[in-house]
């Protein structure tokens, strides 16, 4: 199961396996959007794709108001990729990721990426950090954790 959260300048990757986290992957794109950054976007998810046997993709849908077309292109180039190595993708909203607050927290990235440090504790210093940054780096990272836990647990009921 390969958790992915991605936009033209982020990429958050998660590998779940039996609630287990096998691995994940963080990395900035800070140059401009060009079809060569895109083809380097689609490389990396195609190595984690082959490298850890990936048959289900859970994917996270941009917000509306974030959708740029390079969003829109990068995606669509994602869900062919995907595809083509006929891997089963599912889409999850934004959202999702508030899944993990709990019940009595108010429904914030920040209170998310707290339960999911507790909850995965390799996480924690990666949740350190992001609280110490001006400018956020790890949230896709977190999503993508949260979308393959979601997506891990949901497969499994339906076994």
Not at 89 to 100: A, E, G, K, P
Not at 101 to 111: A, H, L, M, W
Not at 123 to 142: I, T
Request: charged fraction near 25%; include cysteine.
């Amino acid at each position: 199961m390969l958790g992915l959260s991605v936009n033209t300048r982020m990429i958050g990757m998660a590998v779940m396996k039996d609630n287990t986290l096998e691995d994940y992957y963080i990395s900035l794109r800070k140059e401009a959007w060009t079809p060569a950054k895109k083809e380097k976007i689609l490389t990396i998810i195609k190595s984690w794709l082959t490298t850890y046997k990936i048959t289900n993709v859970a994917l996270a849908k941009p917000y509306e108001n974030q959708s740029t077309q390079q969003i829109k292109e990068l995606l669509e180039s994602v869900k062919t990729l995907i595809n083509e190595q006929e891997i089963s993708v599912h889409t999850y909203d934004h959202q999702t990721i508030y899944l993990f607050c709990e019940s009595d927290q108010s429904k914030t990235k920040k209170n998310a990426m707290k339960e999911l440090s507790r909850h995965y504790p390799e996480l924690s210093r990666h949740y350190q950090k992001e609280m110490r940054n001006k400018n956020k780096y790890y949230v896709k990272l977190f999503e993508a954790v949260a979308l393959a836990n979601v997506h891990s647990k949901e497969l499994q009921q339906r076994q």
